[in-house]
């Protein structure tokens, strides 16, 4: 079946610096990529997401492209701020939102 | 941006108890909630889909005895785990869908059960 896997976190960074979170998938068909935000305390949030291949996805200074060849809609950003500092949840559907598959959560950890 | 509620954010339980958690949409009518399960390192997993006043729909392998979900009103589903057990011990999120046509998803902030 379709599954998503994510790079195992906590990813630790220091303020400034450039953050990639990776993230693949396997799926049958031609899913949708979403990544989710879960800031402490609060509930998942949509980050960005891309409906088809080399769609990128972008928000708040995070990008992610979909890249059909490799199955991966890897997260990106150049500048990471401690207020960033959450868990990162990748996902993908082939049913609109109803589906989503979730990988495991990648969490980050920005010192200043 | 649209609120969900999910209450209690921690729970610490004896086995064989029950325990319930509501998740409440709070400034949207929700005729669709979700129920998901994560387990340590693992993802998260959507466990059952609940429209209101109707029964809920369980996703293979989820025990609907076991996790009754209760979807009364259109602002609160509850999950209730019956006669726990220590591997019932997880994260459980809901979340809630706008309306048929919107098909934005809101997510509460989870439940953390443990299970001695």
């Known amino acids: 079946g379709d599954s998503v896997t994510q790079m195992e976190g906590p990813v630790t960074l220091s303020e400034e610096a450039f953050l990639t979170i990776n993230c693949t998938y396997t799926a049958t068909g031609y899913p949708s990529l979403f990544w989710y935000v879960q800031y402490p305390g609060e509930g998942l949030q949509l980050l960005l997401k891309?409906?088809?291949?080399?769609d990128k996805g972008s928000n708040k200074g995070f990008e992610a492209t979909y890249r059909k060849e490799t199955t991966s809609f890897h997260l990106e950003k150049g500048s990471v701020q401690v207020s960033d500092s959450a868990v990162y949840f990748c996902a993908l559907s082939d049913g609109g939102y109803n589906k989503l598959i979730f990988g495991a959560g990648t969490r980050l950890a920005v010192h200043p | 941006g649209a609120v969900v509620s999910q209450h209690p954010s921690r729970v610490i339980c004896k086995s064989g108890t029950s325990v319930k958690i509501e998740c409440r949409s709070l400034d949207f009518q929700a005729t669709t909630m979700f129920w998901y399960r994560q387990f340590p390192k693992q993802s998260l997993m959507l466990m059952a889909t609940s429209n209101e006043g109707s029964k809920a729909t369980y996703e293979q392998g989820v025990e609907k005895d076991k996790f009754l979900i209760n979807h009364a009103s259109l602002t609160l589903s509850t999950l209730t785990v019956t006669s726990a057990h220590p591997e019932d011990s997880s994260f459980y999120i809901c979340?809630?869908?706008?309306?048929?046509?919107?098909?934005?998803?809101?997510f509460g902030s989870g439940t953390q059960l443990s299970v001695l």
């Open positions: 891309a409906t088809k291949a080399d």
């Open positions: 979340s809630a869908r706008v309306t048929a046509t919107n098909e934005k998803l809101f």
